[in-house]
């Protein structure tokens, strides 16, 4: 389970990185069940709104003149169905504006909206989070900032080498903060990253077999380099391109750590046109780690339809696939499924279980200038069924 942060699908507002481990769950698998996006999709079926809410492109509903031109807020309300921390509500608010453009900048340059957002979340298993994230850049996209500050209690379950669910709780601060800097004019940044997460965990019983090392109290305090390659043609619902990042951290005292570790992670998604309806995107994801690796803090599987931390250990790899019909410039549906695996202490890769999830959803254009959609996936894996609520790709 990543310390990184990961574009979010859970939490209230999107992210490229999120606070560490186990906090991602409530953010990244919460699955929102919108009443606000219900009334947005029925506004564009049924009629023209106000004038700053429809586009003067094609007259539908738009909220693109909302938020950059009245300086509104996006809401997510969230129905959090996650099994990892139960049912629950949460709400998020999303500040989008532009990037000033230098005079001297190509015509064509296009860089992502700085981002705003607040949000937080209750459920019914006492489980709770609160954050703020920020997202900006400079000097025509070739610097770009990512700062979150998070706070989260969390009942949740470590399943460990009998795949049984072992309660405990999870408490803790989290901070990231990550700059990047474009090489040149080309698709790749590089930069650092730190996270920093204060955690204190707590079994309900005993503490699980296959837990090494455990400590109440950790602090977990990774400085690393990040290397992204970006040529999407827009960040929350790509067309055409492809992301990549590769990160190297290493976990140490004198970055505040009260454990030693390494992580290396690599993620990388391509969405190729394969008509100008289709879009067939592609998905690899992997995890490795060494050392004193926190359990809380291990690489796991992440799926739509797959319970977060149930496929967890010192490593892990995942693919996905996901084919998109754009029924119309608003309108689009889509299929996708994937398979993962977490190995190297509970078991190794040829032993280990594997997770898969598949489903199916549908997205809708809510603000054409940010190219941001809404809508909802449903899905299903081993043993469960579940529905998210997505602000653009459920890639992040």
């Keep these: 389970m990543h310390l990184v942060i990961r574009r979010s699908s859970c939490v209230p507002f999107p992210v490229d990185a999120a606070p560490p481990s186990e906090s991602e769950v409530p953010r990244r698998r919460s699955l929102r069940a919108s009443a606000v996006v219900a009334a947005l999709l029925l506004v564009s079926v049924h009629g023209r709104a106000a004038s700053k809410f429809t586009d003067p492109e094609d007259g539908a509903f738009d909220l693109s003149n909302l938020l ?125 990253r730190y996270t920093f997460f204060d955690a204190s965990t707590r079994f309900d019983a005993t503490v699980p077999a296959g837990i090494r090392e455990f400590e109440r109290d950790q602090r977990v305090a990774k400085g690393g380099v990040v290397v992204d390659y970006d040529t999407r043609d827009n960040m929350f619902y790509p067309l055409s391109g492809t992301y990549a990042e590769l990160e ?12 030693n570790f390494q992580e290396q992670t690599a993620r990388g998604y391509q969405w190729i046109p394969l008509s100008k309806s289709w879009v067939l995107g592609l998905r690899a994801d992997t995890g490795v780690s060494q050392g004193n690796i926190p359990f809380f803090a291990q690489p796991y599987v992440s799926l739509r339809g797959v319970s977060d931390a149930k496929f967890q250990d010192n490593n892990q790899l995942t693919a996905e696939a996901e084919i998109r019909w754009n029924v119309t410039p608003r309108w689009s549906v889509l299929g996708f499924g994937g398979v993962g695996k977490a190995y190297g202490h509970l078991h190794s890769f040829s032993d280990a279980p594997t997770a898969f999830g598949f489903g199916t959803g549908f997205r809708y254009l809510i603000a054409r200038k940010l190219g941001v959609t809404m809508g909802i996936d449903v899905a299903h894996g081993p043993g469960q069924n579940a529905f998210y609520v997505q602000v653009g790709s459920a890639w992040r």
């Design 248 to 259: 190297a951290d290493l976990a140490r005292g004198g970055l505040g750590s009260s454990t």
């Design 68 to 192: 950059l031109t009245h300086r509104g807020v996006l809401p997510v309300p969230t129905l959090i169905t996650e099994p990892a921390v139960g049912y629950g509500l949460g709400l998020g608010l999303l500040y989008f504006s532009l990037p000033k453009k230098s005079a001297d900048a190509p015509d064509d340059t296009k860089a992502p909206p700085n981002i705003t957002g607040l949000g937080g979340f209750v459920t019914g298993t006492h489980s709770w989070g609160a954050g703020l994230k920020h997202f900006h850049t400079w000097d025509d996209d070739h610097i770009r900032y990512l700062g979150v500050i998070g706070k989260v209690g969390l009942h949740l379950n470590y399943y460990g080498i009998q795949n049984q669910p072992r309660a405990y709780q999870l408490d803790g601060i989290a901070l990231v903060q990550q700059v990047l800097f474009r090489l040149g004019n080309s698709h790749w940044y590089v930069g650092p």
